[in-house]
């Protein structure tokens, strides 16, 4: 019954728009009404950003720590042993199908990968190093072997254990943690793997995904930036309502965000495939959170009630604002 009742409830949420009619005329000024042979249906006009409706769910940032906000990165110069076209690779193997329903985060998986002529490119992988004997007959320098160890480290946080295969389910704390966890090991193995050559985005179905030879058409390139993204939160007055935009400030510049490719990155741009790690999970939170509005979210100041003020309260003491 609860099942049935969650799903009566969520096919209503679209005919729910509080305060967003003339109570004279009947008509808005910011939606469309569509009513048709496939039945009636309720649009935002395409001028306006997504609307908070009351009771939509914010993140809860009252018990979160204090974002952490590190230095500049600074590489860690980590030397190839290349040796007959051959070379030690790194791929950041994330699922296929939407991390909501993924089994795994993204993290490094170390390959074993046949070199271009020039050694300048990956003509292929031949098989993912996934233990200590799959790597010491390669003779991988101290650093290399630093890495690598890393990148097992990863994969033993990256797991997400799900209530069931169909469905995704909010984080439990153990969650949390283990993604708190695994965002301070992608920091200390970032250093390292910034001076790599070798680098690769892995699309995977899944952890036995990893069992199997490595397919040349799941290999895309990637690139990671050093760059520390600042998240900024816009806030403008629009007459009778307000937005609240979220931003990305990297090198002093203040950009949009490009829709996450991937879980605790974020890019500017779909086509570079450049990422920037974030710094936190506050941040993870707030750019899955506002990614769903394509990082805009519109509110009527009827709707600027206790609730968001204070959602608003806590990013301005966590993030730089601006207001206009």
Not at 55 to 70: C, M, S, T, V, Y
Not at 143 to 156: G, S, W
Not at 233 to 244: E, F, I, P, Q, S
Not at 252 to 266: A, C, D, N, Q, S
Request: net charge positive; hydrophobic share 35%.
């Amino acid at each position: 019954m609860d099942s049935a009742k969650n799903d009566w409830n969520d096919y209503f949420k679209k005919y729910y728009w509080p305060d967003f009619f003339d109570p004279q005329t009947g008509k808005s000024k910011y939606l469309k009404i569509i009513n048709d042979r496939q039945g009636l249906d309720v649009e935002v006009l395409k001028k306006y950003p997504k609307f908070y409706k009351p009771g939509f769910k914010l993140p809860d940032l009252q018990n979160e720590p204090a974002p952490i906000h590190r230095e500049e990165i600074v590489p860690v110069s980590v030397e190839d042993n290349e040796e007959n076209n051959y070379a030690i690779a790194y791929c950041l193997a994330n699922e296929t199908g939407g991390w909501k329903y993924a089994q795994h985060f993204p993290f490094l998986v170390p390959s074993h990968a046949l070199l271009t002529k020039d050694k300048t490119r990956i003509k292929n992988f031949t098989n993912f190093l996934l233990s200590k004997s799959d790597y010491k007959e390669l003779a991988p320098t101290p650093k290399q072997v630093q890495l690598i160890e890393l990148c097992f480290k990863m994969k033993e946080l990256a797991t997400i254990n799900r209530e069931n295969q169909w469905g995704a389910k909010d984080f439990t704390k153990d969650d949390i943690e283990k993604i708190r966890k695994l965002l301070e090991v992608w920091h200390e193995a970032l250093e390292l793997l910034l001076a790599q050559k070798y680098i690769a985005d892995y699309r995977t179905r899944g952890l036995k995904s990893l069992q199997q030879k490595p397919k040349r058409n799941s290999f895309y390139r990637c690139s990671f930036k050093k760059e520390r993204p600042k998240l900024v939160l816009v806030k403008n007055d629009k007459g009778d309502y307000l937005t609240l935009e979220l931003k990305l400030k990297i090198k002093g510049k203040t950009r949009k965000p490009y829709h996450p490719i991937f879980p605790l990155f974020i890019s500017t741009n779909q086509a570079s495939r450049e990422l920037y790690l974030l710094e936190n999970f506050t941040d993870f939170q707030m750019i899955e959170f506002f990614s769903k509005t394509d990082f805009k979210l519109a509110v009527l100041k009827c709707h600027y009630g206790d609730e968001i003020k204070r959602f608003v309260n806590l990013l301005a003491e966590r993030y730089e604002l601006q207001e206009s």
